[in-house]
């Protein structure tokens, strides 16, 4: 595979990528207006648009991670440019395909369509159901041949203990050492094929009940735990392909000393794998029916899910930063601030998985809080970092960003500002996915207007460093 | 203070806390080339501070673990029964068994004061929420229904008063007015 095509497939994907974005967070803000009674949309129609947001933007965090480790993995192991062609190709295919069953067939089940919702008493277009899970299968389809086919490329060149960094748990030195973009990418895509797996099943049992006629009825207990596995563990994998390209290029673009693995970084992320495929449980706090073990698991996982986290990730990034002259360019500010926003997120979310909080947090804004805090804040932000890295790698030169402090201030202000109305109504009992809020949430409204402003702040500031990715990318492709 | 204050107030805490640890740290990167010197001990102090992060994580779990709902009023008998249907977009509740074929609820619910009541939740169609709020809109507790399951909620109302039950969990365009009440005297 050419370097060039590799570039060019990158560069496709950040502008598709960013595309879809900037129309999901204007989404994101109209949802916010009409919660705020400043504008209005029918009922539908909001549920609709946040079945669409919901489901774009955990579609293209996931990607924009494989994209990152796409390419970085190119520096030790052969990737064929045509997986994450053909999976650009299905991805936006099945985006297509999705919107078409939301903004046409008006499909609003959200993005969990938990069953039964999207197949009793059908409030849209009967055609918008099948079409909305056969996007999901097009999605789905393209992201697991990558995620597969990058995994096979890893395997073929270290062995599957190797991948996992054994080697490094008994020995110092070994001969074979793993570098931890291998190790991370290998737990993050192990994950994200496991729960790709169970969606298929999903699907199947979904099908299986949609075609039956009424003959074969699905069990709303297991479904619920199915949906669940699916969604949160591929949004938590994707952060971690976040994660992977940060310690790959966090140190390199700060001039330290690059990140090693060592034994405690190799236990570290072999047991957030364990975690992070339990942690799910949480989920269900509030189906008293669970068996009562698995809620135990739930908050444990999600305890000790932020170990290795905070443990290991968050102290090498202060151990990198702290006391060392470090020349701060748009790259390491946007991890660095990163790494705080999945910091103060990850509290949020301790917070919520404790079952005794849970019952005043469950399905209040709370919800969306923390987890906008460590996607808008977090991953958002690792991807960002790599998208600005590799189009200064393209234009071949790593200048300094214009205004940098400004996009800074208004990307922290806005995105802070805009998480902090969704905490300060959940910690008021104000419930999430209610597109117009009773009248006793006296505080409310005005919250989510405040919110709308803060957005467009975070809004303007993401426009600024897209333009200046953009500029870079078709400088670097109209000179070659 | 209640239970959503104190949750707000840690939240907050922590917040303020990460930040400035992440401000000063930014600020101690700023230093010259030649005054750098880094952490000291970075791995002994990375195994003090997991160790510290894991004797808070287990102090935590062993405070808040008995406090599940789960576990609330389970040695008591209930001086009232609550039975409750969930519908798009009606909640039946009733002092008798709901006939899923033809589903009806009693006019008003009156719930005693300072006794121990159960609820059985269960949905006829999809996935509703059960969420109780007192006359102050603050969310008290919560069940979820589910078809072909019912959730056992017990609680113990010490406040009378008219409390409202909202749906939380999103059933349909229409969600955000389902809704019921009940009295607590
Ligand atoms: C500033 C940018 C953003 C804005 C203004 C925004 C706004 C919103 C709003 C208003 C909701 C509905 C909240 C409710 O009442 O329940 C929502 C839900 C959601 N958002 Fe965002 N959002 C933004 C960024 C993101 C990002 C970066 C992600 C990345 C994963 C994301 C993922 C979601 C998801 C998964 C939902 C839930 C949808 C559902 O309930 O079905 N959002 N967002
Ligand atoms: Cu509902």
């Known amino acids: ?480 | 203070m209640n239970d959503h204050q104190f949750i707000l107030i840690i939240f907050l805490a922590a917040f303020i806390i990460i930040t400035a640890v992440f401000f000063l740290t930014y600020r101690s990167s700023l230093r010259p080339e030649e005054k750098s010197d880094g952490i000291k001990k970075p791995l002994q102090k990375r195994f003090y501070f997991l160790i510290a992060l894991t004797i808070v994580l287990v102090i935590l779990l062993s405070v808040t673990i008995p406090k599940s709902p789960y576990f609330k009023y389970s040695d008591q008998t209930p001086a009232k029964v609550v039975f409750v249907d969930a519908m798009q977009y009606y909640f039946f509740m009733s002092e008798q068994a709901i006939d899923p074929a033809k589903p009806s609820g009693a006019d008003s619910i009156i719930i005693p004061v300072g006794q121990p009541v159960e609820f059985r939740v269960t949905s006829l169609d999809v996935n509703h929420g059960f969420g109780i709020y007192n006359s102050d809109a603050q969310l008290v507790t919560q069940t979820q229904a589910m078809p072909g399951y019912v959730n056992r909620l017990r609680w113990k109302f010490d406040t009378p008063g008219t409390y409202h039950i909202l749906c939380l969990e999103y059933c349909g365009a229409n969600h955000p007015n389902m809704r019921t009440s009940f009295i607590v005297k």
């Not at chain 1, 789905?140 to 395997?155: D, P, R």
């Not at chain 1, 020995?171 to 793993?178: A, G």
């Not at chain 1, 199915?226 to 976040?242: C, K, M, Q, R």
């Open chain 1, 1 to 480: 595979m050419s370097a060039q095509s590799l570039k060019k497939t990158t560069a496709t994907w950040i502008i598709v990528i960013m595309t879809l974005f900037i129309t999901a967070i204007i989404f994101g803000i109209l949802m916010r207006l009409n919660q705020g009674n400043d504008y209005k949309m029918s009922s539908p129609g909001f549920y609709a648009t946040m079945t669409t947001h919901g489901l774009t933007m955990i579609a293209i965090w996931s990607v924009a991670g494989m994209v990152a480790i796409n390419y970085l993995l190119t520096r030790y192991i052969k990737v064929p440019n045509s997986l994450s062609v053909f999976a650009l190709v299905f991805t936006v295919i099945g985006a297509a395909m999705l919107w078409y069953a939301t903004f046409v067939g008006q499909f609003h089940a959200g993005w969990t369509f938990l069953y039964p919702l999207p197949l009793v008493k059908i409030a849209w277009a009967k055609w918008a159901t099948p079409l909305f899970f056969f996007s999901l299968v097009v999605l789905g389809v393209g992201w697991l041949v990558w995620s597969v086919g990058l995994l096979v490329q890893i395997l073929k060149k270290y062995s599957l203990k190797q991948a996992f960094a054994w080697q490094h748990l008994s020995k110092k030195e070994p001969e074979v050492k793993t570098p931890p973009l291998i190790l991370i990418s290998t737990v993050s895509l192990i994950g994200i094929i496991l729960s790709l797996i169970v969606a298929v099943i999903l699907l199947a049992l979904t099908f299986a009940e949609y075609y039956s006629g009424g003959a074969f009825v699905n069990d709303s207990l297991l479904m619920k735990n199915l949906i669940y596995f699916f969604g949160h563990t591929i949004a938590n994998e994707s952060l971690y392909l976040g994660l992977a390209a940060l310690y790959e290029l966090m140190p390199e673009v700060s001039s330290r000393p690059k990140f090693k693995t060592t034994w405690y970084v190799a236990l570290a992320w072999n047991c957030t794998m364990v975690f992070i495929l339990t942690a799910f449980f949480h989920h269900l706090y509030m189906d008293f029916v669970q068996p009562l073990g698995l809620q135990m698991v739930g908050q444990l996982a999600s305890y000790f899910a932020s170990l290795p986290a905070a443990g290991v990730t968050a102290f090498s990034v202060f151990v990198l930063v702290f006391r060392n002259h470090i020349k701060w360019s748009l790259t390491n500010v946007l991890f660095f601030i990163g790494i705080m926003g999945w910091l103060i997120g990850g509290v949020g979310a301790l917070i919520d998985a404790t079952i005794s909080n849970n019952v005043a947090l469950h399905n209040t804004l709370w919800v969306p809080a923390h987890f906008h805090t460590y996607n808008a804040m977090g991953n958002v932000l690792f991807c960002l970092a790599f998208f600005y890295w590799v189009a200064n790698e393209f234009s071949g030169s790593q200048t300094k960003t214009k205004a940098q402090q400004l996009k800074t201030a208004l990307l922290l202000i806005g995105g802070f500002g805009f998480v902090l109305m969704f905490y300060l109504a959940g910690a008021d009992s104000v419930p999430r996915r209610f597109s117009n809020y009773p009248a006793e949430f006296k505080s409310a409204p005005l919250m989510a207007t405040l919110g709308a402003v803060f957005a467009t702040i975070y809004l303007i500031a993401i426009l600024l460093i897209f333009i200046e990715i953009l500029r870079k990318c078709v400088k670097a492709f109209s000179a070659s």
